[in-house]
């Protein structure tokens, strides 16, 4: 699984799904999301291809529409 977006929300569910069990990885936009997430398990994207790249079947969860369609244009 794949969560995009590492905020409030996305933050959230990263650690809900860590707690179940799921190895997560995590993509964001500001460096500091990704790193206060990864002392607590998520395996750390540094792009979204990378994210892409990581699973072994593609399942990206995105939490941030807006950041999304920013990352999207460039």
Wanted: aromatic share 4%.
């Amino acid at each position: 699984l794949a969560v995009i977006g590492l905020g409030r929300m996305g933050g959230n569910i990263s650690r809900r799904l860590m707690r179940a069990g799921h190895e997560v990885v995590g993509f964001d936009r500001h460096e500091s999301h990704v790193t206060e997430l990864t002392s607590e398990g998520l395996v750390a994207a540094a792009s979204l291809e990378e994210a892409a790249a990581k699973l072994d079947t593609p399942r990206i969860f995105c939490c941030a529409l807006g950041d999304f369609k920013c990352l999207c244009s460039k």
